[in-house]
């Protein structure tokens, strides 16, 4: 990897308890440089290094190197921006505003209400308005749309420790999962699976790159609101869409730059880019892992089957008793990290949620796991078959 110093991932100490970076591009997200398939992000100008020295993603992919630029700003997200200097808003405090429907997002917008209860299904809005995603996702970086104020720590606290404003993000992230052809199966654990409209929704997902651009900053924004737990399934089902099923890919490239970086858990972290190494081809060429760590690293549980679009809950099928209790979670104003540590690492969350079969072979295993305490299991899954933020 060019500059390791950059991926804290495989780090030996203890999970630093700041996340690490962003990237803005078309929309309002971080700035990075993607990849050739995602489309390039604007270039900082004022970035320490010059053009030359930061390797675009078509360049990594012909060198072997690994996409410097996405590296250091997942990174300096993950840590909590610390060189940034945080802006005296003298009491003023649009996101917030915005998400307790007192104020229109700005420019030509509307109330965040209207936006939930009329946009649904309105994916030519969704797509073609640039103006809205900055509101409905903000972040501490500020992004292309001018109007829209970067989140300060002040208002992090407020959106934490308001159920009604929790509840007004969740239901923001569902709307826009909805929008790419993606469900919210679980509140609690995060878990994601196909919508029934997926096959259409991938496809403009393919040809609208810029989407890749949103999705890193939803990504981000789940992190730092309080939703923390919403990260790695997500960015589980992109890796899944691509490496595995390859539904994806023009998502492909920002799913293992950007996506499975902003997952801000390291552990969960370490299971994805495990999962990505299993499922790349061909292996010698994965630059996102050291080789001869992802060969000795075990995931906290055996892998799973993920399903698509559930059909057994609309044939009237029992659902599956063990995935049921091990999918019970905390309401989405709770905290982001109520879930209990795993034995095996201290302090970090339990693996990745992922939808379960009904019948599964792995009951047993997944009994004993209860019983040891493990709370709700996530596990990957082994079906064989671009990210900046706006």
Not at 238 to 252: A, K, M, S
Not at 258 to 268: I, N
Not at 311 to 327: C, F, I, L, M, Y
């Amino acid at each position: 990897m060019d500059d390791p110093d950059c991926d804290s991932t495989w780090e030996e100490d203890e999970e630093d308890a700041d996340g690490e970076d962003g990237e803005d591009g078309e929309d309002g997200e971080a700035t990075g440089a993607g990849d050739a398939d995602a489309g390039d992000g604007d270039e900082d100008e004022d970035a320490e290094e010059p053009r030359a020295a930061r390797p675009s993603a078509l360049q990594s992919r012909m060198t072997g190197s690994r996409n410097w630029r996405a590296m250091r700003d997942m990174c300096r997200y993950r840590h909590n921006y610390p060189d940034l200097v945080e802006r005296d808003c003298n009491g003023d405090t649009p996101n917030l505003s915005f998400y307790r429907n007192e104020i229109h997002f700005l420019p030509n917008g509307c109330f965040i209400e209207d936006i939930l209860q009329n946009w649904k299904d309105n994916y030519d809005l969704l797509e073609d308005n640039h103006s809205y995603i900055q509101w409905l996702f903000p972040l501490r970086e500020p992004g292309v749309n001018w109007h829209a104020k970067p989140l300060t720590l002040t208002e992090i606290e407020e959106f934490k420790s308001s159920r009604e404003i929790q509840e007004r993000l969740v239901r923001a992230y569902e709307l826009m999962l909805d929008f790419y052809g993606i469900r919210l199966e679980d509140r609690g654990t995060g878990t994601v699976g196909r919508a029934q409209n997926y096959q259409r929704r991938f496809q403009n997902l393919n040809w609208h790159n810029h989407n890749n651009l949103r999705i890193t900053r939803i990504l981000k924004s789940l992190g730092e609101l309080g939703l923390e737990h919403y990260q790695a399934p997500l960015a589980r089902f992109f890796l899944e869409e691509t490496l595995v099923r390859r539904e994806l890919p023009g998502v492909r490239q920002s799913a293992l730059d950007y996506f499975m970086f902003a997952v801000r858990c390291r552990h969960q972290r370490r299971e994805l880019v495990h999962f990505a190494w299993e499922h790349f081809r061909p292996r010698s060429k994965f630059v996102w892992g050291p080789p001869d760590k992802l060969r000795r690293f075990k995931p906290s549980c055996p892998p799973r089957l993920l399903e698509g679009p559930r059909k057994a809950e609309e044939e009237g099928n029992p659902r599956d008793p063990v995935h049921e209790a091990s999918t019970q979670g905390p309401s989405p104003a709770g905290p982001a990290g109520d879930e209990p540590a795993e034995p095996a690492e201290a302090g970090e969350a339990p693996g990745l949620a992922v939808s379960s079969p009904p019948s599964s072979p792995l009951q047993p295993c997944l009994c004993k796991l209860s019983l040891l305490g493990w709370g709700r299991a996530a596990f990957l899954s082994l079906v064989p078959s671009k990210a900046f933020s706006e």
